[in-house]
């Protein structure tokens, strides 16, 4: 089974309005964690935020924050106010927590967002 | 405070020679991932190296690829006699050495490698 899933087509967004974009995962680990990423079309990859599967509150940075449904093994990014710079590719990835600590992070395979003006 | 360093930013290769792609982690860092990336793909774990160390190398094709971390100077992802399918964008990351599972991992900007 995926680890991580992104089946979203390529997602438009009208600038300043909110997007929401889906991921879920598969673990049987009882403590993991979880990331987004965003690759720009220079290629980059960018960290915007983490959610730890031990985290009472949904993690939050500045516009980005991640509705974390636990018992659905949900973890969608939330941007608003969104800005044409927000257009690239966002992924997301998790770390379990019996592969140990500085352990390798397993991607989704992404979804391309556009920003439209 | 420099990023991950990755060199060449692109490199061009006929099949059968070889690829050496070079990272450097971050100031601090002694833990380097190596990720390959395909066009419209998400990342795919290759490597996971510490100083002199290869921890994890569970999704590293067993032929032709090789990585190293040596104690002094950058990690190298090296791929002998390349073929058309080795073409991807290359990514190292770094993270330090304290990091938890909740460390996250620093990008570098990758190498995109093009098999002639």
């Known amino acids: 089974a995926q680890k991580i899933t992104q089946t979203q087509p390529g997602m438009f967004v009208q600038e300043k309005e909110a997007v929401t974009l889906d991921c879920t995962y598969d673990?049987?680990?009882?403590?993991?964690?979880l990331f987004w990423y965003k690759q720009p079309s220079s290629g980059e990859m960018i960290f915007l935020i983490y959610q730890g599967s031990y985290d009472e509150q949904n993690a939050t940075e500045g516009r980005y924050s991640l509705n974390f449904q636990k018992a659905r093994k949900s973890a969608n990014l939330v941007i608003s106010a969104s800005q044409l710079g927000d257009s690239a590719m966002y992924f997301c990835?998790?770390?379990?927590?019996?592969?140990?600590?500085?352990?390798?992070?397993?991607f989704g395979k992404g979804i391309t967002l556009s920003v439209r003006p | 405070n420099a990023g991950v360093m990755q060199n060449p930013r692109h490199l061009v290769r006929r099949r059968g020679q070889e690829a050496r792609l070079r990272c450097s982690p971050m100031k601090g860092h002694s833990h380097v991932y190596w990720y390959r990336q395909l066009p419209e793909e998400g990342l795919k774990f290759m490597v996971y190296?510490?100083?002199?160390?290869?921890?994890?190398e569970s999704g590293m094709p067993k032929e032709r690829f090789s990585a190293e971390f040596p104690k002094e100077g950058p990690s190298i992802l090296r791929i002998q006699q390349v073929v058309r399918g080795d073409s991807a964008a290359y990514f190292c990351?770094?993270?330090?050495?304290?990091?938890?599972?909740?460390?996250?991992?620093?990008f570098g900007s990758g190498t995109q490698l093009s098999v002639l």
């Open positions: 990351a770094s993270s330090p050495s304290s990091a938890g599972t909740n460390e996250k991992l620093f």
């Open positions: 190296l510490q100083k002199e160390n290869i921890i994890d």
């Open positions: 990835a998790m770390r379990e927590d019996h592969t140990g600590a500085n352990s390798k992070l397993t």
């Open positions: 673990t049987s680990d009882q403590s993991y964690g």
